[in-house]
């Protein structure tokens, strides 16, 4: 994929990586593993190329009629944690989904899930965007990327459900507040370089939808002409805005989910692009053939194909990197997963690349057991070469092999990706039971370009100073994406201590700030463990013959093959390793300590914690050694919130305090390694378990909680709603 982007690219691009309707299903693996599959796939993408900015365009969840309010926020702060490795670093727009409302289930719970819950669960990720707080809190806005000299319009087409459940109305998807405020964001008359600027459109459901967006579709013709419009909404009231004179920067396009396809239309007089990003859930496929989704007249491009999702392979997800060239409009929507990369110039759409297609009628069958399409052979090599051709990659399998098109060899740099290692040449330890992602095969050159096309050398060794000397029996990776807090893992080489055989820590700007020899014997000053399965684990926060807080790269060179060479980042590679938490085995909950932000809603501190902070009684934060305090995290009365990893011993800075909805203190509770029933609090000796609704106390205003104790905040671990493993 990135191959063919790269080819995309000109002077004036720009690229973006959008995801949507996941509907996430608790406890189904097949949900599960797809779900992580499109974490794993967006991360990587996102670490080997420069993307402007990324988009999750609502339906997070799966939203049965069944489904208990507090369910249907665990599968939202699910998505949301899948989402985080790759939004976090980078501008972000989250857009509301019908189905995050849990409006299905609304006779079932009495209500739905209101905005400014929504809210805490999703949008407040959008971070440092131009609106007024009511407006980000109902989920539209808009930000400016001023070195792309684009301005990204996030909509909400789902304004009112939940208020008003008759989801046929204009006014049950946007109300007139947020279409007049369209209005204005469209016009950027105040900057001078208006003409020079893009404006790119993100929303749930695309505007061409008959019966439903007809007055932000008025609204964008009229913009385009540069005419004045006064417009009235189904509420009667008017919509006015004059843009004579105030349409310089081109609308680019309006990019949405919903209709978990790739349909391409455009709005009927001023040609705007409106583009589907397909859905991520394993559990719907593509397809084609379902019409319940009405669109307007004049579809430009609907294909006869239905793109089947495939167990345990890149096509159990889909989702798209955007490339579009501003002077000329030029849009290339290209596909990972189950799927078809689109090209859009002007008003005509083509297609390129085609995996896993069925072109049959879609029957409303997942298919879900077949390996592909047709023909039973998986994403093995597409015709325009964009994907790794082996049939053994799984997640990440577009890294290598892109410059063939032919089907997949077994050598290529794609080769150990995913799950099992199926291709042959992997070493006999690893497991093929057990799904990873091998990051060898995107690992980059300091100038972030995939190391030999493959991202590793064979024939050649590091030295100590990281420069390349001959080695006819070695092998060495390019960097490999990691941070403090994670344990990579690495399997395929012969670790002897000879020279060449080495582990490198670099910092962002890709200098080495440490190096360890890999001798093949556990070295706990140097955070290395090697275990009986051949596989060596790297802690990079246990090293203590130096200090790693600014790691951000891994470069691996040893004895072996690099065709072979495994890398992977907080995941197992053999079943045959520990399996408990801290000597790193699977873990399955989801930390949401990462998610603490601070009143204004950016992330607190580097990580959602400080360390040498501590919370009094009255809620106020102090410097204290030794301590850490998290920022604020969301919750609510229904929640179950667990945490270990910090001491709580009854002494100042030993506390949970919690928070209503504008942050203005509840309860501050004294944490002393015990249970108190009092205050919803229970303790087995290594969780602390608080359940609102269990307290004797009256907590039900409850909208965030911090979290202060001994400890460094590296370790801490809290969750929602979840079992801590």
């Known amino acids: 994929m990135l191959e063919k982007a790269d080819v995309c690219m000109t002077e004036n691009s720009l690229m973006f990586i959008a995801a949507s309707d996941a509907h996430f299903k608790t406890g189904d693996h097949n949900s599960e593993t797809g779900l992580r599959h499109l974490s794993q796939a967006m991360r990587l993408i996102a670490e080997s190329y420069p993307i402007d900015f990324g988009a999750y365009l609502g339906d997070m969840t799966s939203a049965g009629t069944d489904i208990s309010i507090a369910d249907g926020k665990r599968e939202i702060m699910k998505v949301r944690s899948a989402l985080f490795p790759t939004l976090h670093t980078m501008p972000s727009f989250i857009c509301s989904g019908t189905e995050d409302y849990l409006l299905a289930s609304y006779n079932r719970n009495g209500r739905c899930i209101s905005q400014a819950e929504l809210y805490n669960l999703t949008a407040r990720d959008n971070r440092d ?61 105040d900057k001078a370089d208006a003409s020079e600027w893009g404006i790119i459109l993100l929303g749930h459901h695309p505007l061409t939808m008959i019966n439903k967006f007809t007055v932000a579709v008025s609204i964008l013709d009229a913009y385009c002409k540069g005419n004045a419009i006064e417009l009235a909404a189904q509420t009667g009231e008017i919509i006015s805005y004059d843009f004579s004179g105030k ?74 990197v955007v490339v579009i060239d501003k002077a000329s409009g030029r849009i290339h929507a290209l596909h990972y997963g189950s799927g078809v990369d689109r090209y859009i110039n002007g008003t005509t759409v083509n297609e390129d690349s085609p995996s896993s297609g069925d072109t049959e009628t879609d029957d409303g069958n997942d298919d879900s057991d077949k390996p592909g399409g047709d023909d039973g052979t998986g994403n093995s090599g597409n015709t325009d070469g964009g994907n790794t051709g082996n049939s053994g990659s799984g997640d990440g399998g577009d890294s290598g092999n892109t410059d063939s098109g032919e089907e997949g060899d077994d050598n290529t740099g794609g080769g150990n990706t995913g799950e099992g290692n199926t291709d042959g040449d992997t070493p006999d330890s690893p497991d093929d039971e057990v799904s990873y992602t091998n990051l060898v095969p995107t ?12 991202g590793y050398i064979t024939g050649y060794r590091l030295d100590e ?34 020279p060449g055989n080495y582990i490198f820590a670099m910092d962002e700007s890709f200098n080495i700030i440490w190096l360890a020899s890999l001798t093949g014997v556990d070295d706990e000053a140097s955070g290395l463990s090697y275990g009986s399965s051949g596989v060596i684990k790297f802690s990079p926060s246990l090293v203590q013959n130096a200090s790693l807080e600014n790691i951000a790269y891994i470069r691996v060179s040893t004895i072996g093959l690099g065709e072979n060479l495994i890398v992977t980042r907080n995941e197992r590679i053999t079943d045959l390793e520990e399996d408990d938490n801290e000597s790193g085995g699977i873990i399955n909950y989801v930390n949401i300590i990462q998610y603490a932000m601070d009143a204004a809603g950016n992330i607190y501190g580097t990580n959602g914690y400080r360390n040498s902070r501590k919370l009094l009684l ?10 850490v305090a998290t920022g604020f995290i969301v919750a609510d009365k229904d929640a179950v919130i667990r945490t270990k990893g910090l001491e709580f011993d009854g002494e100042e800075g030993s506390c949970l305090c919690l928070y209503d909805s504008s942050y203005g203190l509840i309860s501050c509770i004294s944490l002393s390694g015990s249970s108190d029933s009092a205050n919803g609090i229970s303790y087995d000796g290594t969780v602390h378990t608080f359940t609102p609704k269990d307290a004797q106390n009256d907590f039900s205003s409850i909208a965030y909680f911090r979290l202060s104790g001994k400890g460094n905040g590296e370790n801490a671990v809290v969750t929602y709603c979840e079992e801590i493993n």
């Not at 806005?141 to 046929?168: H, M, P």
């Not at 309006?254 to 991520?280: M, R």
């Not at 690992?443 to 493959?454: E, H, M, N």
């Open 247 to 320: 349409n310089k920067a081109k609308i680019l396009g309006q990019f949405h989910g919903h209709l978990h396809n790739y349909k391409v239309n455009f709005i009927t007089d001023s040609k705007i692009p409106v583009v589907a990003i397909p859905n991520a859930s394993f559990y719907n496929n593509n397809f084609y053939s379902a019409d319940r989704y009405t669109q307007a007249e004049n579809l430009t491009y609907s294909e006869d194909i239905t793109y089947n999702k495939s167990v345990n392979t890149v096509n159990d997800t889909a989702f798209c």
């Open 443 to 454: 690992s980059i050159t300091a100038a972030k370009y995939i190391l030999d096309g493959v």
């Open 465 to 498: 100073a990281g420069n390349t000397a001959y080695g006819p029996e070695y092998s060495y990776t390019g960097h490999i994406a990691t941070s403090y807090g994670d344990i990579m893992r690495i399997a395929g080489g012969t670790y002897d201590g000879t």
């Open 618 to 627: 009255t809620g106020i934060e102090t410097v204290a050694e030794g301590y």
């Open 129 to 189: 965007v131009t609106v007024d707080e009511e407006h980000k809190k109902r989920g539209f806005f808009y930000k400016d990327l001023n070195a792309q000299k684009v301005r990204v319009i996030c909509l909400n087409t789902s304004d009112t459900y939940g208020e008003n459940l008759n989801r046929e109305s204009e006014t049950a998807v946007m109300k007139p507040s947020q279409l007049q405020w369209l209005c204005e964001s469209l016009d950027l008359s």
